[in-house]
Nanobody, 122 residues
Framework: QVQLVESGGGLVQAGGSLRLSCAAS????????MGWFRQAPGKEREFVAA????????YYSDSVKGRFTISRDNAKNMAYLQMNSLKPEDTAVYYC???????????????WGQGTQVTVSS
């Protein structure tokens, strides 16, 4: 069992930066891939970024590639999403997730956090 808690959301102006954190509990953290998803009002949840459990291979959606960076610290059971050059269209609730399925391009995730709000003003 893995429990996830996101933090770091907030209000930022366009062009600014935020760093989201995801604290995970559970002994199997390092064996799980970690992902970030987001859901804007009236829209479906969409994939943002993912990282393998060990090795640090990453995968991004085209909409955030080059602006966002996913990372993790297995010693601290933490995952992060550094968001730079934020745009108003990045406004959403951001969720971290942990998955047993190692394929980064698979949206199969087993555990989800409660989400943190990110609002980007123009």
């Amino acid at each position: 069992q893995v429990q996830l808690v996101e933090s770091g959301g907030g209000l930022v102006q366009a062009g600014g930066s935020l760093r989201l954190s995801c604290a995970a509990s559970g002994r199997t953290f390092r064996s799980n891939k970690m992902g970030w998803f987001r859901q804007a009002p009236g829209k479906e949840r969409e994939f943002v970024a993912a990282i393998t459990g060990i090795g640090g291979t990453t995968y991004y959606s085209d909409s955030v590639k080059g602006r966002f960076t996913i990372s993790r610290d297995n010693a601290k059971n933490m995952a992060y999403l550094q968001m730079n050059s934020l745009k108003p269209e990045d406004t959403a609730v951001y969720y971290c997730a942990a998955g047993i399925d190692p394929l980064l391009k698979s949206n199969a995730y087993d555990y989800w956090g409660q989400g943190t709000q990110v609002t980007v003003s123009s």
